[in-house]
């Protein structure tokens, strides 16, 4: 079996981030600037645009909140949320009304909030732990087999 570079993927997996994040600061910079009464383009592309832009935050806070239910599963009760609620922002985006959108906007930021005090309240691993458990992961691990194969008993 040949031998891959990785430090060549990482170079242009790098590159591709660096690019996308120009790609996004330009967008983001795109709709100051249409607020402020500058139009650099169409209206009917750069409304597409945005909209693309709300769906993506949409998702990524969508992202974000699962993760952080995974690591406190009392997440909703104590920023206050009912799941029920967020479910329907998540399946229709397109019936969304500006009053939504900002109500959107406010758990975003007591998310963020909630993220930072719960990095303090979890504490960061030790080698001595992460090593503790990879090792009980191995003990009973089969050869030769895949983890996501499910036995035959």
Do not use: C
């Not at 607020?35 to 750069?46: E, I």
């Amino acid at each position: 079996m040949p031998k891959i570079d990785y430090t060549k993927v990482e170079a242009s997996l790098n590159n591709w981030m660096l690019k996308m994040s120009v790609k996004e600061l330009l967008f983001m910079a795109d709709l100051v600037s249409s607020s402020f009464g500058f139009s650099l383009g169409d209206d009917k592309a750069n409304s597409k645009r945005t909209a693309e832009a709300m769906i993506n935050g949409l998702i990524r806070l969508q992202n974000d909140l699962e993760r952080v239910r995974k690591k406190d599963a009392k997440m909703y009760e104590n920023l206050g949320l009912k799941r029920e609620e967020l479910e329907q922002y998540f399946e229709h985006p397109e019936k969304l009304t500006p009053a939504d959108w900002e109500k959107i906007k406010v758990i975003r930021e007591q998310l963020e909030v909630y993220k930072k005090e719960l990095k303090k309240r979890i504490r960061p691993l030790s080698n001595e732990e992460i090593v503790k458990r990879e090792r009980r992961k191995q003990k009973s691990k089969r050869f030769n087999v895949q983890d996501d194969w499910i036995p035959l008993q």
